[in-house]
């Protein structure tokens, strides 16, 4: 690593410190598969919970902590965090000075078509903490702006160096696989994305992918390292937090999600977040969006 590019991680970590200010949770324009956002917070900010994305980050300020397979983890600035889905953890500040990290939350999907492309697998990081200039550097240039939407060309380059940085510090992959099961892994993606307002069946997937349940669940988990049932309930959530900053009722958000109702919306809400909808609602902000310069 040349210190020219160890400067610039830090140079950039430098710019995007802000001081003081209350807890809050700052969410960028989405790309799709990829979420971004600005945490700060001071105390246990999350309880356990557990998402189906990669969720990749750096802390900017502060220390970080959480616990992570069995472990009690610290990140300092500059440092990357590597979380792998469905993987549970919590998280807040390590001391009373407080915390702030900007995260990226990625589909296992984007990145294993370019593990795909390289006819690797989608690797497993085993540490959660890592020292590496050049991944941060890479992550930040997808978090430095985060009033701004992400380029697709933007997004190429960057997926396609993630996963390389990734497969390099890479331990027990998973299989990669065939075209047949991924095309069908995709086909029931699809499926229950188009379906996200009701219960979906298993008999339902086989018809509509041709493949028995358990052999559809062992592709899918491959593909997108979850359950469908799991996935369904993350875009349901995911649908659910667009309904909540869109000023929708919680009442209103449940039954649009195809939740029985408010409390077991609540329920899922806080095992996949850390926290309840109301305290998210409290915490969270849209980043102000950039103007568009004229040529």
């Known amino acids: 690593m040349s210190q020219d590019v160890n400067n610039h991680v830090f140079q950039g970590l430098e710019r995007l410190c802000i001081d003081g200010g209350a807890d809050e949770i700052a969410t960028a324009p989405v790309f799709p598969g990829i979420e971004r956002i600005e945490a700060r917070f001071h105390g246990n900010a999350f309880e356990p919970h557990r998402h189906d994305t990669y969720a990749l980050g750096v802390t900017i300020k502060g220390i970080q902590t959480f616990s992570y397979r069995g472990e009690r983890r610290f990140s300092l600035p500059g440092q990357v965090i590597v979380l792998h889905p469905d993987e549970e953890h919590d998280g807040g500040a390590g001391t009373d000075d407080g915390l702030q990290y900007r995260m990226l939350y990625l589909e296992p999907a984007l990145l294993i078509e ?14 959660p903490v890592i020292n590496d200039e050049a991944l941060a550097g890479t992550l930040l240039a997808a978090l430095s702006e985060l009033d701004r939407e992400l380029d697709e060309l933007f997004v190429d380059d960057f997926l396609a160096r993630v996963a390389t940085m990734l497969a390099g510090h ?13 095309q069908r892994a995709r086909e029931a993606r699809d499926y229950l994305e188009d379906n996200l307002d009701r219960a979906v069946s298993s008999v ?7 493949l028995d349940r358990f052999t559809l669940s062992r592709h899918f988990r491959a593909a997108f390292a979850t359950s469908p049932h799991r996935y369904l309930l993350m875009r349901r959530l995911q649908k659910a937090r667009l309904l909540i900053g869109a000023g929708e009722t919680l009442a209103d958000v449940a039954a649009a999600t195809g939740f029985a109702d408010q409390s077991h919306f609540n329920r899922h809400f806080k095992k996949t977040y850390g926290m309840t909808p109301g305290q998210w609602v409290g915490l969270r902000r849209d980043f102000p969006q950039a103007p568009i310069a004229l040529r």
Do not use: Q
Request: aromatic share 6%; charged share 25%; hydrophobic share 55%.
């Open 114 to 127: 370019c593990m795909d492309a390289a006819k690797a697998a989608l690797p497993f990081v085993a540490d």
């Open 170 to 182: 890479g331990r027990l992959p998973m299989r990669s696989l065939g075209l047949i099961a991924w």
């Open 204 to 210: 339902e997937l086989e018809k509509a992918t041709g």
